[in-house]
């Protein structure tokens, strides 16, 4: 499909198309971990159980944070036989369990103190954390209003150059609005913490420096302006 041409000003009223940008650098306010339970036993039986206990007090400790904890969703689930790798026939070894969570907080204290707690329960592993803010984030908005404006500045001055003044907004967009190219995404960064046997009976809370958030705008804009005197 052939994109049709844009359209042309006038001599009465020409035009002017500019790109406006907008960078932000602002607080994350989300952080997210995942958390594998895992178990294994010589029956599937007992790898069942024991990965039925440890998931319950996975999600009884990260519940215990309260309001704290913004979503806690169970992902993936299986118990597995594992087989032996020599001799005859299929002879399963050992079964092997693991359950996935997914857990999001808005208190990152409380995320450092819950992250080092989970990794030291027994064969559980903790990844993250990934730093987000909200889809309906404030900065999202302040990022489009100041692209809006630096477009503006920009036109102006463009028409100050010639010795005149924009007349009128023809048209303003998102970059790709009219041909669904990809939106800016936030950056994130992830850490990992591998899989962890309890230790001592207390440990010492994780100290989370939160990586600071990327947001961007950008949109077209097109402005006739009054008739320069060249």
Same mark, same amino acid.
Request: hydrophobic share 40%; proline share 6%.
């Given at each position: =499909? @052939? ?6 000003? @006038? ?31 010589k029956?599937? %039986?007992?790898a &069942?159980?024991?990965? @039925? ?8 400790? $990260? ?25 005859? !026939? ?27 707690? &989970?990794?030291?329960?027994?064969? @559980?592993?903790?990844?993250? #954390?990934?730093?987000?803010?909200? #889809? ?12 809006? %404006?630096?477009? $503006?500045?920009?036109? %102006? ?8 003044s ?18 800016? =995404?936030?950056? !994130?960064? =992830?850490?990992a ?9 207390? $440990? ?14 950008? $949109?077209?804009?097109?402005?006739? =302006? ?5």
């Amino acid at each position: =499909m @052939t994109t049709p041409a844009l359209p042309y000003g @006038t001599p009465d009223a020409p035009r002017i198309a500019v790109r406006g940008e907008a960078h932000l650098e602002v607080d994350p306010e989300i952080g997210r971990i995942g958390i594998t339970v895992a178990s294994r036993g010589k029956d599937r %039986r007992s790898a &069942l159980e024991d990965l @039925t206990r440890r998931n319950a007090t996975a999600l009884d400790l $990260v519940k215990s944070y309260g309001e704290a904890v913004e979503r806690l969703e169970t992902g993936a689930f299986s118990v597995r036989p594992e087989l032996t790798k020599h001799g005859r !026939g299929e002879r399963v070894r050992t079964y092997q369990g693991t359950v996935h969570l997914t857990a999001e907080l808005t208190d990152f204290t409380a995320l450092g103190e819950l992250t080092t707690r &989970l990794a030291d329960l027994e064969l @559980t592993r903790v990844d993250g #954390p990934w730093w987000d803010l909200r #889809p309906d984030s404030p900065a999202h908005r302040r990022a489009r209003e100041q692209a809006v %404006r630096e477009a $503006v500045q920009r036109a %102006r001055e463009y028409a100050e150059a010639l010795g005149t003044s924009l007349a009128a907004l023809v048209e303003i967009a998102d970059i790709g609005a009219e041909d669904g190219g990809p939106r800016p =995404m936030a950056a !994130g960064r =992830m850490r990992a913490m591998a899989f962890a046997e309890a230790a001592e009976d207390t $440990v010492t809370a994780l100290d989370l420096e939160p990586q600071r958030q990327h947001v961007s705008a950008q $949109v077209n804009a097109r402005f006739t =302006m009054r008739p320069p005197k060249l």
